[in-house]
């Protein structure tokens, strides 16, 4: 019907490939600056630990697994990754503004759902990576990506295995998407 | 030689400065490749977008191939790259979470940052949801502290665990590339010939 039309809406991307060139570019940039690849979950880890550390600093304190991202010299939100990710969030903003798709607030969604199915989903989606990412000592861009780019068996362990419970699971969230 | 902040060649104080740029640079790309769209990254799931796959294909050959050359023509030091360490059963665990998380949120971190960045709630909400992921798991972190430490396997390469060089791993990853980038391809073309209400 209106196919031609839905595909002159499409926003204009970077051709995938090009994409991929040049992100794996920064990080080949980023393993020669600083030895270590990239990453995103841990900002918000130190988000965490900075946040529980104001209200209840004991309680992170007495935290096992907190308690190691807690210093007297400086807040956790110090650290490489925090200043990483803030660069993402501006990097976005640049692309966005460029590419003329900064617009109002607004969720995206299949439109067989409603707002509130979306909105749960990607809440539950969240609090999932969140978990994931801890025992997988990284989420898609520290451990499949730079992990698998410094051959680190580990982060092609968690790329496979992301990607793999991905299609198993996606036939029965399919409703949300297609 | 490289890497030029563990070998003191730009001093520490750059660090953050360096960071800054290189998420700048990270975002610019997540972005304008059309991660910052949910549907978009979820197409890889359901045969419509491989967006995701070639991308992400396509820079993890790109960094691998390069490590490689720097190595050989010695201008990094492999020794002092951080290999992300392996802990078998946690990241076995963690990996499955990770995969249920992205087909419900459409997003993985990274990409939630940039799709916050051009204005979508569903991807502020990702992001508190991972903020509450982590509060979780650190809150209970005493009940799983075990199991967390488990199958520590240390820093082992792909190479060391096949028992093969880490160059022939390279050249393997290209030619699996290669192939999913043509199977995939052809995928994508025969399922959205049966979409037509597809929008990114």
Redesign the interface.
Same mark, same amino acid.
Do not use: H
């Given at each position: 019907?209106n $196919?031609e039309i839905?595909i002159q809406?499409?926003?204009k /991307?970077?051709n995938? /490939?090009f994409?991929?060139? *040049?992100?794996? #570019?920064?990080?080949?940039?980023?393993?020669?600056?600083?030895?270590?690849?990239?990453g995103?979950?841990g900002a918000?880890?130190s988000?965490?630990?900075t946040?529980?550390d104001k209200v209840a600093p004991e309680h992170a304190e007495q935290?096992?697994?907190?308690k190691a991202f807690i210093t007297d010299d400086h807040s956790p939100m110090?650290n =490489?990754?925090v200043? %990483?990710?803030?660069?993402?969030?501006?990097?976005?903003?640049? +692309?966005?503004a #460029? &590419?003329g798709?900064?617009?109002? #607030?607004?969720? %995206?969604? +299949?439109?067989n759902i409603t707002n509130k199915t979306? #909105?749960f989903?990607?809440?539950?989606?969240?609090?999932? &990576?969140?978990?994931?990412? $801890?025992?997988?000592?990284?989420?898609?861009?520290?451990?499949?990506? +730079?992990?698998?780019? +410094?051959?680190?068996?580990?982060?092609?362990?968690?790329m496979? *295995?992301?990607?793999?419970?991905?299609?198993?699971?996606?036939y029965f969230?399919?409703k949300? =998407?297609? | 030689m490289g890497p030029l902040i563990p070998q003191g060649i730009i001093p520490m104080g750059w660090d953050f400065v360096i960071a800054l740029l290189i998420g700048i640079a990270f975002g610019f790309v997540l972005e304008a490749s059309g991660f910052s769209s949910s549907r978009n990254i979820t197409g890889v799931f359901y045969g419509y977008n491989f967006v995701v796959l070639r991308v992400f294909f396509t820079a993890v050959v790109v960094a691998m191939i390069g490590l490689q050359y720097f190595d050989y023509f010695g201008w990094i030091d492999l020794n002092q790259i951080y290999v992300l360490p392996t802990y078998l059963s946690p990241m076995i665990v963690g990996s499955i979470i990770m995969g249920v998380g992205f087909v419900l949120g459409g997003f993985c971190p990274g990409t939630s940052y940039t799709a916050i960045a051009i204005g979508k709630i569903d991807a502020m909400v990702f992001t508190g949801g991972l903020f509450l992921g982590i509060f979780l798991f650190s809150e209970f972190f005493p009940f799983f502290e075990q199991f967390y430490y488990s199958g520590n396997m240390g820093s082992i390469t792909i190479g060391e665990f096949f028992g093969i060089s880490n160059n022939l791993v390279t050249l393997i990853f290209v030619v699996i590339a290669v192939i999913a980038f043509y199977v995939t391809w052809r995928i994508e073309l025969r399922v959205r010939k049966n979409m037509t209400q597809y929008k990114f």
């Open positions: 019907m $196919q839905v809406d499409r926003p /991307y970077i995938p /490939y994409g991929g060139v *040049l992100l794996g #570019l920064v990080l080949l940039i980023t393993f020669y600056i600083t030895g270590r690849g990239l995103a979950s918000v880890k988000a965490v630990v946040t529980v935290n096992t697994y907190m110090f =490489w990754l200043f %990483e990710s803030f660069g993402i969030f501006i990097g976005g903003l640049l +692309s966005g #460029l &590419f798709r900064i617009k109002k #607030l607004r969720i %995206e969604k +299949s439109p979306r #909105l989903a990607a809440g539950i989606g969240g609090i999932l &990576f969140g978990i994931g990412s $801890q025992f997988g000592r990284g989420c898609s861009s520290g451990a499949a990506l +730079s992990g698998s780019a +410094s051959s680190s068996f580990g982060g092609l362990l968690v496979l *295995l992301m990607f793999g419970t991905g299609y198993v699971v996606a969230f399919r949300l =998407w297609i | -």
